[in-house]
């Protein structure tokens, strides 16, 4: 399994960004993809996360209403639109994905077996 991330930039804050994760190498069906950040001196947290079959949808309580998850199955590709970005929202961000979560794993990482390489968003002031 491969995830590519992309689409991170330096945007000011206001701002909208919308960051890919495109999947390779499984069929990603029973599959939920995820979004996690880091920021420097900080650990890694859980942002946004969707499962490939039947879409629901899961998200961290500061971006609830400012960003939103969503797939291309033709593609096998997993977006995160963020809206109305802050400067406290400047990290790398990291797609993942794994089979079988339940809803009560989807929020911690180290349930999560495969990582994209991250791609970094900066939001200025």
């Known amino acids: 399994v491969q995830l590519q991330a992309s689409g991170g930039g330096l945007v000011q804050a206001g701002g909208s960004l919308r960051i890919s994760c495109a999947a390779s190498?499984?069929?990603?069906?029973?599959?939920?993809m995820g979004w996690f950040r880091q920021a420097p001196g900080k650990e890694r947290e859980f942002v946004a996360a969707?499962?490939?079959?039947?879409?629901?949808?899961f998200y961290a309580d500061f971006v609830k209403g400012r960003s939103t998850i969503s797939r291309d199955n033709a593609k096998n590709t997993v977006y995160l639109q963020m809206n109305s970005l802050k400067p406290e929202d400047t990290a790398v961000y990291y797609c993942?994905?794994?089979?079988?979560?339940?809803?009560?794993?989807?929020?911690?990482?180290?349930?999560?077996?495969?990582w994209g390489q991250g791609t970094q968003v900066t939001v200025s002031s």
């Open positions: 993942a994905g794994s089979s079988g979560l339940i809803a009560s794993t989807v929020r911690d990482p180290r349930h999560y077996v495969y």
């Open positions: 190498g499984a069929s990603f069906r029973n599959y939920v």
């Open positions: 969707i499962r490939w079959s039947g879409g629901g949808t």
